[in-house]
């Protein structure tokens, strides 16, 4: 089993940056892929992003695609999602989630969820 931890929500403007925090516990941390995904008002749960459990493939939305930096750090249990030039559609809470699939954008085959973050980006 593995717990997750979401942090470094917060308000911005339009073209700022944040570095969210994914920390998870467990020592099969390691063994699983890692993804981002973001769920706004009224609107239907969307992926972000993922990576592979050993760090060493990534893969993005088209939407954060050039944006958007997904990395892990397995020493220290942690994934990241460097969030650069916000638009006020990037407004969502950001979930990030665990997954014994690989490099799945599905998230019914994600089996442990953090609790969410806020990111709210202002025009």
């Known amino acids: 089993q593995v717990q997750l931890v979401e942090s470094g929500g917060g308000l911005v403007q339009a073209g700022d940056s944040l570095r969210l925090s994914c920390a998870g516990s467990?020592?099969?941390?390691?063994?699983?892929?890692i993804g981002w995904f973001r769920q706004a008002p009224g609107k239907e749960r969307e992926f972000v992003a993922v990576?592979?459990?050993?760090?060493?493939?990534?893969y993005y939305a088209d939407s954060v695609k050039g944006r958007f930096t997904i990395s892990r750090d397995n020493a220290k249990n942690t994934v990241y999602l460097q969030m650069n030039s916000l638009k006020p559609e990037d407004t969502a809470v950001y979930y990030c989630?665990?997954?014994?699939?690989?490099?799945?954008?599905?998230?019914?085959?994600?089996?442990?969820w953090g609790q969410g973050t806020q990111v709210t980006v202002s025009s």
């Open positions: 989630a665990a997954t014994d699939r690989r490099m799945t954008t599905i998230g019914q085959e994600y089996d442990y």
């Open positions: 467990g020592r099969a941390y390691r063994a699983y892929d």
């Open positions: 990576i592979r459990r050993s760090g060493s493939s990534t």
